[in-house]
């Protein structure tokens, strides 16, 4: 599903998915605000959810991430860290540019969809940067929910973060669970964690330690 008033990207998406592999992606709706489109994402349930950054925006981006399950990619018109970064903290799986090739764009909506990232590494790093360096008292309350986590939760944190961030297949092969039962795993902890993503929770993982944790 598009989110967005460029009907221009909308036909050139419509070829790049049609050149795409046989049934593996569609469009299946577009649409031009973040209340057209949760009703949208309600009915159709999309697997990704595209939302043009110059158009709703941040707004689409965090009603979209907190209410439906299934991913959100930020559709930006040039590269910018900064811009990329506030999607990602509202809640963005990833940022992909308009004039990405055909396989570029292809490739983040289907690594989105499979529960991984699409960032570039600058972005990455910024963010990182910023979840490292933010609040004390922030990371402190952070770190007194991961104790709500279950079990299994707390697993799969260390997991990733001694794995360094490896992606959701060899993740979901090492615990011995399927890919969509890690990305319903991930939604959990995210929301219990007050974290927005799969690099904040690797931030999160590094900065206590996690990753040499038993």
């Not at 989105?112 to 309350?141: M, S, Y």
């Not at 944190?157 to 039962?181: E, F, H, M, P, Y």
């Amino acid at each position: 599903m598009l989110v967005g008033d460029d009907r221009a990207f909308a036909s050139r998406l419509l070829r790049v998915l049609r050149e795409g592999e046989p049934g593996s992606m569609s469009l299946i709706a577009a649409t031009t605000g973040a209340g057209e489109a949760c009703a949208l994402a309600a009915k159709a349930r999309p697997d990704v959810v595209l939302v043009d950054i110059e158009a709703d925006g941040m707004q689409a981006i965090s009603r979209l991430a907190g209410q439906f399950p299934a991913p959100v990619l930020a559709l930006a018109a040039q590269c910018d860290a900064e811009a990329s970064a506030r999607a990602v903290r509202a809640g963005a799986r990833g940022v992909v540019l308009k004039d990405d090739s055909p396989e570029t764009m292809r490739k983040a909506l289907r690594k989105v969809k499979e529960g991984e990232l699409w960032l570039d590494r600058v972005t990455t790093g910024r963010i990182i940067k910023e979840l490292v360096a933010g609040p004390r008292g922030g990371q402190t309350a952070c770190a007194e929910r991961f104790t709500a986590l279950t079990s299994r939760e707390k697993d799969i944190v260390r997991a990733l973060a001694k794995c360094d961030g490896a992606n959701g297949r060899t993740l979901s092969a090492q615990l011995g669970i399927s890919d969509q039962t890690l990305r319903n795993h991930f939604s959990a902890i995210y929301r219990k964690l007050g974290i927005p993503n799969r690099s904040g929770l690797v931030a999160f993982a590094t900065r206590n330690h996690l990753d040499s944790a038993n």
